[in-house]
């Protein structure tokens, strides 16, 4: 049995829901970048959210969304 490219890069490709690209500018002091509007308003971010980076050694990034609760926990600690 064989099967066509493109059914050999369904098989193999990641399985993303939303991909979308920024690049990254710079304000003299912080690189910066813009994160496009799809990905705000699946994720439900807004203007003042805050949002954890976590860096692994090979060089994988996880962003982790702040939510009220963490915050809440923080200072009643």
Do not use: Q
């Not at 304000?27 to 509007?37: E, Y």
């Not at 990034?61 to 009220?68: F, G, M, Q, V």
């Amino acid at each position: 049995m064989s099967i066509s490219r493109e059914e050999l890069g369904e098989l193999i490709s990641p399985r993303h829901f939303l991909e979308r690209v920024s690049t990254l500018s710079s304000d003299g002091k912080n690189l910066l970048t813009r994160f496009p509007k799809e990905v705000c308003e699946y994720l439900g971010l807004s203007k003042g959210d805050k949002l954890r980076f976590i860096v692994t050694k090979d060089r994988k990034i996880s962003l982790e969304i702040i939510t009220d609760d963490a915050k809440k926990k923080k200072t009643d600690n």
